[in-house]
Structures are given as C-alpha cells and as structure tokens.
C-alpha cells in the first residue's frame, strides 16, 4: 500500500520544481481561443473607452479565453528575484515577492500559483487554496493552476472539487501530463475508482518521461482491475534544435518515490 509520505512526494514533487514548471508554462493552450475571441476582444475595450456599460460577463470573458498579455521585462525581473528566494529556501521572501507582483500585475495568474505552492508547503491550505482559486479567476486556461487547486482540495478532503479541477487542468491543456498523474492517484486512493485511475496513469505515460512509480502502480491496477494497458508507443527521438545542436535537456525528474507494494 502506498505510504501518505510517498504519496505526497508523487503528487507534490519539490517546490523549486513546481516554481520552474510555473515559470515556464507554454500558453498555447490559449491560442485557439485568442483568434476566436479577437474581434470581442476589441468591441469591449472600444466599449470601456468609450465608457460604455456594454456586457461585463461576456467581456470577461473574451480577455480570459483571449489569454494573458505579454510579461513586462520588470515583472520578469522581479519574478526571478523571487524564484532565486525559493531556490535559496527563503520561503518568507519568496512569498512577499510573489504577493507583490501579484497585486502589481493582477492580469497574471504565476505569482498566485506559486504563492499557492508557498501555503501549500507551510500546510497553510486556506491560504493556498484563496490562493489559487484567484489564479484560476484570472487565467482559466491555466493548467498548472488548476492542478495545484486540486492538490490543495484532495489534501483538505474535497475529493470531488479536486477530481473537477483536475478536469479543469486537462480541458485547459490536454497535453499536460502532471493532472492525470494526479487525478489516477485521487481516483485510485481517495474515490475508489481503480479502472479510472488506470487510464489517467497510462494517459501520463504516454505524455512524460518513464517513472518507475507510476509503472509499478499501474502494473498494480491491471492485476487488481483485470484490464491490460496496452504499451506507451514510443516516443520519437529528438529532433535538432538550432544550427543543427541538439535541444535543451528536458527539466530533472522528481525525486523517485517509494514503490507500491502488492495489494492483498
């Protein structure tokens, strides 16, 4: 059986880790939406100009599908400063940085998640959890948001909110891998619900890097359940990245967690 110990370094791997994984986050995710909400885009902030009422909800709406704007070179800067504090293990700085920049630049979900991140490590998940209901607010789009939402929510008990945000993080971007890891541990441990969690733990291996946990896991479910995972297709090799050199390594794997052992 799986230890709490082991489980939380699965799905809450190391704050430096999930801080990078925010900083970097692609916005593509939005992209689809940014063409398709342009044009409404542009009637609201003609109407705000103009100061007219107009439809507040249906402009909310179009600036959040829209996406966020660019990241100012100053905002950039100082959000550095604050992944420097974490790195360095200055969670108090970090923490004042983070709040600052975000109600300095309220049209950007980063700061709010890793503030998130910050509570959630301290085991302040009230706070972590106000935290990052905000950023899903300003960016709905936001898969890391609304993963580190459910983390908090599975941690406090609300399995259901936290199955839901996890759907949220996949709707957002189906590509990121980290939601189904985390919605096959919910679904498995905290919902009972074994075949369901086999499928998002194989959806996670198609999409990430081998992890020897998550595979001894699902080889757990498969016995357990009777169903059988067919292989992870191979990945295609790398490709070259500029000038013809290889591209940047991908990002260091969380730390390896305790192994399953077989369920009786």
């Not at 990241?71 to 108090?92: C, I």
């Not at 950023?135 to 993963?147: E, F, G, N, Q």
């Not at 919902?191 to 998002?200: F, T």
């Amino acid at each position: 059986m799986w230890s709490r110990r082991s489980i939380e370094k699965l799905i809450g791997a190391s704050l430096l880790a999930a801080l990078t994984a925010c900083a970097g986050t692609p916005r593509h995710a939005a992209e689809p939406a940014r063409a398709a909400t342009a044009a409404a885009g542009a009637a609201c902030t003609a109407d705000e100009a103009a100061g007219k009422a107009g439809q507040p909800a249906a402009c909310q709406g179009a600036q959040a599908a829209a996406g966020p704007p660019p990241v100012p070179a100053a905002a950039q800067e100082e959000f550095d400063k604050a992944l420097a504090s974490a790195r360095a293990g200055n969670d108090a700085a970090a923490e004042a940085q983070l709040t600052a920049l975000a109600q300095q630049y309220p049209q950007f979900s980063t700061p709010l998640v890793d503030v998130g991140i910050l509570y959630r490590k301290s085991g302040n998940l009230d706070a972590a959890a106000h935290a990052l209901q905000q950023a899903v607010v300003r960016d709905p789009h936001s898969a890391p948001a609304w993963t580190e939402l459910g983390i908090v929510q599975r941690l406090g008990g609300k399995f259901q909110d936290a199955e839901q945000s996890y759907g949220h993080a996949i709707a957002a971007n189906p590509d990121y891998a980290p939601a189904y890891r985390d919605r096959g541990v919910l679904r498995d441990l905290y919902l009972d619900q074994p075949a369901a969690a086999l499928g998002d733990f194989a959806q996670y291996r198609r999409l990430a890097a081998d992890d020897k946990p998550v595979i001894m896991w699902m080889a757990e479910l498969e016995h357990r359940t009777g169903i059988k995972v067919p292989p992870a297709p191979p990945r295609p090799a790398a490709t070259a990245g500029v000038n013809g050199q290889p591209p940047p390594a991908a990002p260091a794997a969380a730390a390896p967690t305790t192994p399953p052992r077989a369920r009786n």
